[in-house]
């Protein structure tokens, strides 16, 4: 169907599963095991109602904001997933397009389908991105790559932990899905078997990471560093510790740890108990994020800025960087209109009061 006629993010959701590829279908869909955690994230959100506010003089406002120090359209980003080219032959460039048409910021994957340098070169003038990183087995490999990401000058360094070891993406190894890696691997060989696009792109990643890790990013980048796919408390604590500037909840889209948390319940929980935290480090969060009400939820709670992964993927697979544009343009109108109708006309007026979970609020 024409783009227009997308009206809800889920719209292009049903569109993708008809159109994708196979592989491209599970390999996008496709979580952990019993894929509980990949649908909490989304259900939870369901559980978490605005408390809207009357009389309160809406017509004019923006939404307008930034995060550790990069400013955007809206609170809404592209969270980094991996070879868009399976969706669209143009790739991750449609997304860099995209986003620099849209004001928003695009996180590039490690495992991107198309070259660091192609998707720098697509950014209009002034567009900013963020470089997401893993760190290779072969550290020598991973210097290299930071000394040339430093060079290109990202906005900020998204540095993802929360996939320790590798998965079972169960839809993905049933599809007995197979890529050549566009990583050069120096540790192991190239893998050809049926294991999963995952399987195929990931052996490289180191195993052993620990906080250390963080030091030794920070020697060779000195733009602001997001750790990516926190998801306790504690954690939280260490990377204000850390001195990183920015904390990314996430479960990596329930395809890592089975029975992880929903990130909407551990920003909850954050606000809870720690909202000190949440003052001292810039919050981002996503999995799940399906609507424009999410984003206020989430904004409310703490969050400065919202990522959606598989959204953007399906987009671009169905309709190329127009679909990218219009799910933004989606999100852009559903942001405005449910913080508007909540009786908030800026960012910086969404507070905590205004989200809770379902249930009368005693207290
Ligand atoms: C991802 N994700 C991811 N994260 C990351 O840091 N580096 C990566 O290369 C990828 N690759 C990737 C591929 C695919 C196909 C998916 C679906 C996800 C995780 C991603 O950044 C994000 O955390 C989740 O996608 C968020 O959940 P939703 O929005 O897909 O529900």
């Not at 506010?53 to 991996?82: C, H, N, Q, Y």
């Not at 430093?150 to 590798?166: C, I, R, S």
Request: proline residues 5%; aromatic residues 8%; contains cysteine.
């Amino acid at each position: 169907p024409p783009v227009d006629n997308m009206l809800l993010v889920r719209d292009f959701e049903e569109w993708a599963e008809k159109v994708l590829s196979g592989t491209a279908w599970a390999y996008y869909r496709s979580a952990a095991d019993s894929e509980y955690t990949f649908h909490e994230n989304s259900d939870a959100y369901r559980r978490y109602f605005l408390r809207p506010r009357i009389l309160r003089k809406v017509g004019d406002g923006d939404i307008k904001t930034s995060f550790v120090g990069i400013e955007t359209s809206m609170p809404v980003f592209i969270s980094p997933a991996a070879m868009a080219k399976l969706g669209h032959p143009l790739g991750e460039v449609n997304l860099t397009k995209g986003a620099g048409e849209m004001g928003i910021v695009q996180a590039i994957s490690a495992n991107a389908s198309c070259s660091l340098d192609e998707i720098m070169e697509a950014r209009k003038d002034g567009q900013k991105v963020i470089y997401q990183i893993y760190l290779n087995k072969d550290r020598k490999a991973s210097e290299v790559l930071l000394q040339k990401v430093e060079k290109l000058k990202p906005a900020a360094v998204m540095f993802t932990v929360d996939v320790a070891w590798q998965s079972k993406r169960t839809m993905d190894v049933r599809a007995k899905n197979s890529v050549d890696a566009p990583i050069k691997d120096t540790s192991e060989p190239k893998s050809k078997a049926p294991l999963g696009v995952s399987q195929a792109i990931g052996s490289y990643q180191d195993r052993n990471l620990d906080w250390d890790d963080i030091d030794f990013i920070r020697k060779y980048i000195s733009v602001p560093i997001i750790v990516k796919g926190v998801q306790s408390i504690e954690d939280v604590e260490l990377c204000v510790k850390k001195g990183v500037q920015g904390v990314f909840i996430s479960n990596h889209g329930g395809r890592s740890c089975d029975y992880a948390p929903a990130p909407i319940d551990v920003l909850y929980e954050l606000r809870c108990l720690r909202p000190d935290l949440i003052d001292k480090i810039d919050i981002l969060i996503d999995g799940g994020v399906k609507t424009g009400a999410d984003v206020v939820k989430a904004l409310a709670l703490g969050a400065k800025a919202v990522g959606m992964g598989r959204p953007f993927l399906y987009a671009n697979g169905t309709h190329g960087q127009e679909g990218v544009e219009r799910l933004s343009q989606i999100m852009y109108e559903e942001i405005t209109n449910t913080m508007r109708n909540a009786g908030v006309t800026k960012i910086a007026d969404l507070k905590p009061e205004m989200c809770g979970p379902a249930g009368p609020w005693v207290g």
